[in-house]
């Protein structure tokens, strides 16, 4: 809850001038991490009172120092703060980004501009373009000129600008246009339940494609469960700080073990939906959890759900955990349409009006299977949503639209990253292989085949027989390795596998007498007697 001045006491205000007075400020850090790889960005600063205070926590000092006049002395001594811990805690000198919170109608203050001279942060090992200045967009900008100005200053001495509180101010894309920060928070109130609110998620969904678009980089604020950090890493959203992660410390610490397994695991679920063509996706990788109601909620409540939350598609009637009907937007409208359709039907229970006849799908139903069963529905019916259930229970819900076009998405992704005469993965996704395998440190093996003298076989049979003799290689290769191992084309007659466990160099023998053998097939008579 935010304070009002008007409520601000005199006893704060002595509190205020004691703080001040004697440094009863003291510094935490809270490190911001890659949601890719885990590795720490930097540490954003926030300050603490370290005595008994009328003052109970930092936005109240700061509205307390602002209604006397105090601000730019405090704003000061948290910076000083800040450094110092920085230059305590960290072995210097320190790489990571260090983000400072800064009042934007301080930062063109001269006092504190010369507090930032690249000869003070010097003394403390601390490069300039390593500080980034947190601008908090709640705070309303009295002099945007002189603002802008000093900004613009600070970006040429290799300062760096983050702005805070994305999507909490009304005039936040007037200041993200300009001011053009090189990094965008995104409030903590965007992605809380991010992955249960369909309209947070697209919101953020829309801010990624911005990013990429204008280049700046965005940060997710107060990530406090998995299942949010999910959310986030499934949308590229690249750096992330929360709770779930790591608390404000004075101390700087490591990232604990078991966080960055489970983001780790994370990425490897999302990178593994982004392989895999649509046949061997399965439809709980769309599925997203959705309020349900029991068969004796009242027709008017979900009536009400429909009516304040506009995104709404359908929802889900489920009894002792097993979906028992849905009830789809549209039809709920209808039967609640004419002149008494509503008093006649809003005290009644769900079930006497729920759809019994619903598709349901087991949450390892291959996509392919889903979206083909789905679009044979009747067509009274062939835009509901799907329901999704582990071991008959109810656990989520797709809707045809997100079937669509994750299906489009995989098929164009799978176009772009298959070789085009085997169609195996090629070289982005081998990279990609590679990569998880050397970091995940588990035992595997590496085999790289080629066909022995192809190029004379290409000069003297021509390209076309040159094809089929490598599409014979490619299908021995891949009826011989079981499904769970990779095999990439890399060109030509060039293929890598990786096997998850050290595989004995018998298995590849066995294979190339196999390959050896059928390929005489594609030699003439006279060839195969010589």
Not at 483 to 495: N, Q, T
Request: charged share 25%; net charge negative.
């Amino acid at each position: 809850m935010t304070t009002n001045c008007a409520e601000i006491t005199d006893e704060q205000k002595n509190s205020l001038d004691y703080i001040i007075k004697n440094e009863e400020i003291r510094t935490v850090f809270q490190p911001i991490i890659s949601l890719r790889d885990g590795d720490i960005l930097g540490h954003e600063a926030l300050s603490r009172v370290t005595c008994e205070s009328e003052i109970k926590d930092p936005e109240m000092l700061f509205l307390v120092a602002e209604k006397y006049n105090r601000l730019w002395e405090l704003e000061m001594l948290c910076r000083k703060k800040a450094l110092e811990a920085a230059f305590e805690f960290m072995i210097p000198p320190y790489s990571k980004k260090l983000f400072i919170n800064v009042n934007p109608n301080i930062i063109n203050y001269e006092t504190y501009k010369k507090g930032f001279t690249k000869s003070f942060l010097a003394q403390h090992d601390i490069a300039s373009e390593n500080v980034i200045f947190e601008i908090t967009e709640r705070n309303v900008i009295m002099d945007l000129r002189g603002f802008l100005a000093t900004i613009n200053n600070y970006k040429s001495q290799n300062f760096k600008i983050a702005i805070d509180d994305g999507g909490a101010g009304y005039s936040g894309l007037n200041l993200i246009s300009d001011v053009r920060p090189n990094y965008l928070k995104l409030d903590m109130k965007l992605i809380r339940n991010i992955n249960s609110d369909r309209m947070k998620y697209a919101l953020v969904k829309g801010m990624v494609e911005f990013s990429k678009e204008s280049n700046v980089s965005l940060i997710a604020e107060g990530i406090e469960t998995y299942e949010e950090m999910d959310t986030l890493v499934s949308l590229d959203v690249p750096y992330g700080q929360g709770y779930i992660i790591q608390r404000p410390d004075a101390q700087i610490r490591e990232i604990e073990h078991d966080v960055l397994q489970t983001l780790r695991t994370i990425n490897l679920k999302k990178n593994h939906i982004m392989q895999n063509t649509v046949s061997s996706l399965y439809i709980k990788n769309l599925s997203t959890y959705a309020e349900t109601v029991s068969p004796n909620e009242l027709i008017s409540n979900v009536y009400d759900m429909f009516r304040l939350d506009q995104g709404r598609f359908g929802v889900c009637v489920v009894e002792d955990g097993y979906p028992v009907g849905i009830i789809s937007r549209e039809k709920l409208a209808i039967k609640l349409s004419g002149q008494y359709g509503f008093t006649l039907n809003a005290r009644r229970p769900v079930y006497e009006i729920m759809d019994r006849d619903f598709l349901s799908a087991d949450h390892e139903t291959p996509v392919s299977t889903v979206s083909s069963t789905s679009m044979s529905r009747p067509n009274d019916k062939i835009y509901d949503f799907i329901v999704i259930t582990e071991e008959g229970k109810y656990s989520g819900v797709v809707t045809v639209k997100e079937l669509l076009l994750k299906t489009t998405e995989l098929e164009v992704s799978t176009a772009k990253n298959q070789n085009p005469l085997t169609g195996l993965p090629g070289n982005q996704i081998i990279e990609r292989k590679l990569d998880r395998a050397i970091s995940c440190q588990d035992r595997y093996s590496v085999a790289y085949i080629d066909i022995d003298n192809f190029k004379a076989y290409n000069d003297v049979y021509g390209f076309e027989k040159g094809d089929l003799v490598i599409k014979l290689l490619a299908d021995k290769l891949s009826s011989a390795l079981p499904e769970s191992e990779f095999l990439g084309h890399i060109g030509g007659d060039d293929f890598l596998v990786i096997l998850s466990d050290h595989t004995d160099e018998s298995f590849f023998h066995d294979l190339i007498n196999d390959f050896e053998h059928e390929v005489l097939a594609l030699y003439d008579q006279a060839a195969v007697e010589r």
